[in-house]
């Protein structure tokens, strides 16, 4: 999988812009400022159906202007693809696929893969399990539709539920309501925890191997999905989250909110046999971090026939010159947007793109 060719319009700081890109390592240089991130943003963007820097949509019109668009040419396999998408100054978004309205998130999915990481992605080590939940949720619904859906539908849910449980004192029958919820929160519930368990139990290993190799073999990563949940197979995980759902239902009318359920779980993170998400040095989650991200793209290619595109954003300057050669190496055979303020070593066959003042420019 690669991106052939991004177009912007009024995206950002980019009144317009016309790039081509490599198959393998591609290096967008500029100042601080300049537009570099924009770039990943927008590729994000078409992937993703939403940013990986705000939840406001309109940010992303350029100032004084009615819309921005975006339209990027993606090859697979057996055959290209072309999406379009536009943001009003309201923050609608509008999508086509190869022509055809895209009316559900679910319908670009998958289209054009993609695995971010920027400085930011370091709390995925130290900060909230909200954090690691996400990079699962991420990673999984590219590679995965089902889980996707079985998790928007699970995230719906979960919202009419805590709405109601918010106002519990004023509801009659509300023992009755909750357990209407609760059988669909079981439903869709375990299956965001089996397909969970299932990834993690393959990151476990992609991640680990990368890790070791980052850290000069001084290091064992080892990963696993922190859930109360037991039981094994769909029908016992619906059953199990049922009966802790019920167990709850006191504790949860007197909070106001969902106490048990995929939502409050975790990955655990250990590193030489500690929990690194307690323990972890700043450069030690740096490596974890990057690790897993690079799992996240050999697992993607594993389930999909080939690799995602990898976005790495400022990642360089936070690495030594070992493991940023390490990196670049890692990156071998997956195409790579690569933002930096200043770029050296390499192999030299790197496509160097100059950023500055809202325009951008292959210069080798």
């Known amino acids: 999988m690669k991106i052939i060719s991004l177009e912007l319009e009024n995206f950002r700081n980019y009144e317009r812009l016309d790039l081509t890109f490599s198959d393998g390592v591609n290096i967008i240089c500029g100042k601080n400022g300049a537009g570099k991130t924009n770039i990943l943003e927008s590729v994000y963007l078409t992937s993703l159906f939403s940013s990986p820097r705000t939840a406001k949509d309109k940010e992303m019109v350029r100032f004084g202007c009615e819309k921005a668009t975006v339209r990027i040419t993606v090859e697979k396999k057996f055959r290209r693809h072309t999406i379009a998408l536009q943001i009003d100054s309201a923050g609608k978004k509008k999508v086509l696929a190869d022509g055809i309205p895209m009316r559900r998130a679910a319908e670009l999915i998958g289209i054009l893969g993609v695995v971010f990481f920027s400085p930011d992605e370091m709390k995925l080590v130290k900060e909230t399990p909200a954090e690691r939940r996400k990079f699962l949720d991420v990673g999984l619904s590219q590679q995965q539709k089902a889980y996707f859906i079985a998790l928007s539908r699970y995230n719906k849910v979960l919202k009419q539920k805590?709405?109601?449980?918010?106002?519990?004192?004023?509801?009659?029958?509300?023992?009755?309501?909750?357990?209407?919820?609760?059988?669909?929160?079981?439903?869709?519930?375990?299956?965001?925890?089996?397909?969970?368990?299932?990834?993690?139990?393959?990151?476990?290993?992609?991640?680990?191997?990368a890790h070791f190799k980052l850290s000069g073999g001084k290091e064992k990563l080892r990963l696993g999905y922190d859930t109360p949940?037991?039981?094994?197979?769909?029908?016992?995980?619906r059953a199990e989250l049922y009966d802790k759902l019920e167990e709850a239902r006191e504790k949860d009318k007197k909070?106001?909110?969902?106490?048990?359920?995929?939502?409050?779980?975790?990955?655990?993170?250990?590193?030489n046999g500690l929990d690194g998400r307690k323990f972890a040095s700043q450069g030690q989650q740096r490596t974890i971090a990057l690790a897993m991200k690079i799992g996240e793209v050999g697992l993607f290619e594993k389930e999909s026939g080939e690799p995602p595109v990898l976005l790495l954003?400022?990642?360089?300057?936070?690495?030594?010159?070992?493991?940023?050669k390490m990196l670049l190496s890692l990156a071998h055979g997956v195409q790579t947007l690569i933002t930096c303020t200043e770029f050296s070593g390499g192999s030299g066959k790197e496509r160097m793109i100059a950023v500055s003042d809202g325009k951008a420019k292959v210069v080798r």
């Open 313 to 324: 954003d400022d990642v360089l300057s936070e690495l030594d010159g070992e493991r940023k």
């Open 162 to 209: 805590n709405n109601l449980l918010k106002d519990a004192w004023k509801s009659e029958n509300i023992d009755d309501m909750l357990a209407v919820w609760d059988a669909q929160l079981s439903e869709y519930g375990a299956i965001v925890v089996e397909k969970r368990r299932r990834y993690i139990s393959a990151l476990d290993v992609l991640a680990g191997e």
């Open 229 to 237: 949940l037991t039981a094994e197979g769909l029908d016992a995980l």
């Open 255 to 271: 909070l106001g909110y969902c106490t048990v359920g995929p939502h409050r779980d975790d990955i655990a993170i250990e590193i």
